[in-house]
């Protein structure tokens, strides 16, 4: 009886020594206490979600532009880009939003394109940068690839590329073309890459005309019609020959300069066919091939350490940047001109700021024998001597 009893009383505390431990042990599963396999599969998910590689697993491709595909101009060249990779990713979706502004609607547009699968997300405006930056910690496991950014974060990266390059080029051929040595240049906002673009025009021009100007008006608007005709017009009445831009949409200032028989210097993209008389060149953006190779470098999980981690700026020797084609009306003694200080400047021998560079007040910002680095070019904040009006406060 005695050791009869003693055996129950063992076999009593194993047993219940055993319940324990099923139970802690049950207690220690994640998310216990409904069905373990969806509880658990879920915060999986949840942990993949910080873990995975940004940009991989995805399966779509959002795109979100501030105007439209078709504004002959930096929307359009930027859904060129989307097109090609279309093209290369067949098994991947495309999302294109249009028209997006560079408000809390960008954060909204890009958390849709999260839901609707996909994993890498181009905010391409200047303006969507600080929308991209909020939905990218939301979402560590989407990679962000925003164009021109001056910030980036663990999971976004930005690109852009040295534009002021061709821009150089196209100034130095509206300084060899130009009558008058006046030139205009019709700009949205004073941003660094804007004004790093007015400045480049004119000191390509200034390099054969010492005495050419470029007058600047600012429209505050990335793409007004009303104010671009009017900016034409009274830039053509001020004496210019010449019209070059810094806007989205380029069709306005091309056909109204054409209209007035002016010749016209254009942006983004090719608008060659709006000008057929007055048409000199103009600068291009060449996005397919590297959105292709972007979306490639994401989507096979090497975003992190890629050349696209940080800011990536593509130059006129990568043909990221180009310089549009030459119009009628340039003769070929200028188009072999041009084409010598573009290889030079591919070749590494000619830098379009190298110093000394004076800005309108006539102090020097680049000194005699220095070339300024790439960042140092983006953080511009000044016009330079030969540049006709004011920064907007």
């Keep these: 009886m005695k050791l009869s009893s003693s055996k129950s009383s063992l076999t009593g505390i194993i047993a219940a020594l055993l319940a324990v431990i099923v139970f802690v042990a049950g207690c220690s599963?994640?998310?216990?206490?409904?069905?373990?396999?969806?509880?658990?599969?879920?915060?999986?998910?949840?942990?993949?979600?910080?873990s995975a590689a940004p940009g991989s697993g995805g399966s779509a491709v959002g795109f979100i532009f501030v105007g439209t595909k078709d504004d002959y101009g930096y929307n359009q060249a930027a859904y060129l880009g989307s097109q090609a990779v279309e093209k290369a990713?067949?098994?991947?979706?495309?999302?294109?939003?249009?028209n997006v502004p560079e408000t809390?609607?960008?954060?909204?547009?890009?958390?849709?394109?999260?839901?609707?699968?996909?994993?890498?997300?181009?905010?391409?405006?200047?303006?969507?940068?600080?929308?991209?930056?909020?939905?990218?910690?939301?979402?560590?496991?989407?990679?962000?690839?925003?164009?021109?950014?001056?910030k980036t974060a663990a999971n976004l990266g930005t690109y852009f590329g040295t534009i002021w390059e061709p821009v150089y080029l196209a100034g130095v051929t509206a300084g060899k073309m130009s009558k008058t040595g006046k030139l205009g240049y019709i700009v949205s906002v004073p941003i660094p890459q804007v004004l790093l673009n007015v400045n480049a025009f004119e000191l390509g021009a200034k390099s054969v005309n010492p005495d050419a100007t470029t007058s600047v008006v600012f429209t505050g608007s990335w793409c007004d019609p009303g104010q671009q005709a009017n900016a034409v017009n009274s830039l053509l009445d001020g004496g210019a020959d010449v019209i070059s831009q810094h806007q989205d949409c380029s069709k306005t200032i091309v056909e109204a300069a054409e209209r007035r028989g002016a010749m016209t210097v254009g942006y983004?993209?090719?608008?060659?066919?709006?000008?057929?008389?007055?048409?000199?060149?103009?600068?291009?953006w060449n996005?397919?091939?590297?959105?292709?190779?972007?979306?490639?470098?994401?989507?096979?999980?090497?975003?992190k350490g890629s050349v696209y981690d940080g800011k990536y700026r593509g130059m006129l020797k990568d043909d990221v940047v180009r310089l549009s084609t030459f119009g009628s009306a340039v003769p070929d003694e200028v188009k072999a001109f041009v084409e010598e200080r573009k290889q030079e400047i591919v070749d590494g021998t000619l830098?379009?700021?190298?110093g000394p560079v004076k800005d309108q007040s006539g102090q020097e910002r680049i000194a005699a024998g220095q070339a300024p680095t790439t960042d140092e070019l983006e953080a511009m904040d000044y016009l330079v001597e030969g540049v006709v009006g004011s920064i907007p406060q």
């Design 29 to 50: 599963q994640p998310g216990s206490g409904g069905s373990s396999g969806g509880a658990n599969s879920g915060t999986a998910e949840a942990g993949a979600e910080g």
């Design 89 to 98: 990713f067949p098994d991947l979706k495309v999302l294109r939003s249009e």
């Design 104 to 150: 809390a609607e960008a954060e909204r547009v890009m958390e849709q394109m999260i839901k609707d699968g996909a994993k890498i997300i181009f905010p391409t405006s200047y303006g969507h940068l600080e929308p991209a930056l909020n939905v990218a910690k939301r979402h560590p496991d989407v990679a962000f690839y925003h164009q021109g950014g001056l």
């Design 268 to 284: 983004h993209a090719d608008s060659s066919a709006l000008a057929p008389k007055g048409w000199l060149t103009g600068s291009e």
């Design 287 to 303: 996005w397919p091939d590297l959105f292709v190779d972007m979306v490639r470098t994401a989507a096979d999980g090497g975003f």
């Design 351 to 354: 830098h379009p700021f190298a």
